[in-house]
Every structure is written in structure tokens, then in C-alpha cells.
């Protein structure tokens, strides 16, 4: 079987890893009706510091979700006087095919507009966790108890105890941080480890503070295979 190549889609993306803008290679995959593709690779470059373009990949992202002009003056004037209740309201009528789109967008608006952390969190796991729920939590702007307390109505407990975790650390609590592993490791199952949040801990933690985690009987990292 011989893979079928497509010359110009090759070149933008060529392009764009020789270092160019990656505008091109988003507004042709659009074009094409490629939508979740183009906005993996729109958030990918606008997660960087400087970004070519940056005003122009953030209107493909907008053409993306197809959400009306109504919709996004809803969503601004929300973000005055935010609260997941509104959030929900918002979401409720939005096409299943667009919500996934949709919902990233409006999260990312969101916390360019200053809404607050622990409430964006909230409407972040409304439908199920998202990566703007875990980056929330990773640059330590969750506590840990907003964490459980979301937690408690879903049955991804590893994930939400593992999250947690996360937060104690980054506010120096490790007892906490030790007790939530545990918890997370408990509640595991064939489809969801704990894995990732014992990685984000041992990685930052100090020799001291993994020697405890060792003790707790919290799992180690595995050594890389050469």
C-alpha cells in the first residue's frame, strides 16, 4: 500500500517547523474542514511566548467553534460576573459537534478576560476534564480543595485526587501531597493511572521529599529505557 502524500500541506508544515508561521498551515487545513487538526496546532503556537500571527490564529480559532456574535457578547459580559451557573447556561444549546471547540475557546477567552482561577476550573470540568483544567492546576492556581470537591461528582477520582496532589505540592503542603497519591493510586483503574500526577511531583520534588514519597509506598518513576 503506498501512502498517499499531499505536496502542499507538506510544504506549510515544513515551513512551520523550519520556524515560519504556522498561519499558513492553519488556515488551509480550515479550509479543508480539517477543524480539530488546525486547532491542536493553533493552541500549540499560541502557548508560546512570542507568536507570529498571533491576532490571525486566534480568528482561526473563532471560525473554528462557529460560535455567533451573540454568543461571544454573552460569554464577555459573563466574565464580569462569572459564576459556573451562567458557564452551564451558555454551553446548553451549543451543537454536540462543536462543543469540544467551543468550550476550549470559551475557557481560554475566559482567562485572558481575569476571570477568577478557582471558578474557571469549575466550568474547565464541567462535561468532563480538559487540558485548561489541568494547566490551571499545574501553574498553582487551584487549591486543592476546589479540586475535590469537583471531584466528588466524578467518577475519574484518580485524576481529581492525582490533581489535587499536584496542588498541595505546589503550595509546599507534602503531607497533603502524600495522602492524595495514595488516594489516587487507590482509586485507579484499567483506564485511568495515577502515573502522570506521581511524574509532575517526583520530577520537582527534592531528594528529601521523594525519599518520603518512597516510604509512603508511592510508585517511583521508572528509569528511561536506553
Not at 451558555?90 to 469540544?100: A, D, G, K, N
Request: charged letters at 25%; aromatic letters at 4%; a negative charge.
Amino acid at each position: 500500500m503506498r501512502l498517499i502524500t499531499d505536496p502542499q500541506l507538506d510544504a506549510l508544515q515544513q515551513q512551520w517547523l523550519d520556524g515560519g508561521s504556522a498561519l499558513p498551515l492553519v488556515r488551509l487545513l480550515v479550509e479543508r474542514g480539517e477543524g480539530d487538526h488546525a486547532a491542536a496546532i493553533a493552541r500549540l503556537v499560541l502557548a508560546r511566548e512570542e507568536c507570529p500571527d498571533a491576532a490571525e490564529i486566534e480568528q482561526c480559532l473563532d471560525e473554528i467553534d462557529e460560535a455567533p456574535d451573540e454568543w461571544r457578547d454573552q460569554l464577555a459580559a459573563m466574565a464580569a460576573d462569572p459564576s459556573v451557573e451562567r458557564f452551564e447556561e451558555l454551553m446548553r444549546f451549543v451543537p454536540p459537534e462543536l462543543i469540544y471547540q467551543r468550550l476550549r475557546n470559551a475557557l481560554r477567552k475566559l482567562k485572558k478576560l481575569g476571570v477568577d482561577p478557582e471558578v474557571l476550573f469549575q466550568c474547565a470540568t464541567n462535561i468532563g476534564m480538559t487540558p485548561e483544567a489541568i494547566e490551571l492546576v499545574e501553574e498553582g492556581l487551584v487549591t486543592p480543595e476546589t479540586i475535590l470537591a469537583r471531584g466528588r461528582r466524578s467518577a475519574a477520582r484518580t485524576t481529581y485526587f492525582g490533581l489535587a496532589a499536584e496542588a498541595a505540592f505546589l503550595r509546599g503542603d507534602i503531607v497533603s501531597t502524600i495522602r492524595h497519591l495514595r488516594e489516587a493510586v487507590q482509586h485507579e483503574t484499567e483506564l485511568v493511572t495515577a502515573l502522570p500526577h506521581i511524574y509532575f511531583v517526583r520530577e520537582q520534588a527534592s531528594l528529601e521529599v521523594n525519599a518520603m514519597l518512597d516510604r509512603a509506598g508511592i510508585p517511583g518513576i521508572p528509569p528511561a529505557v536506553p
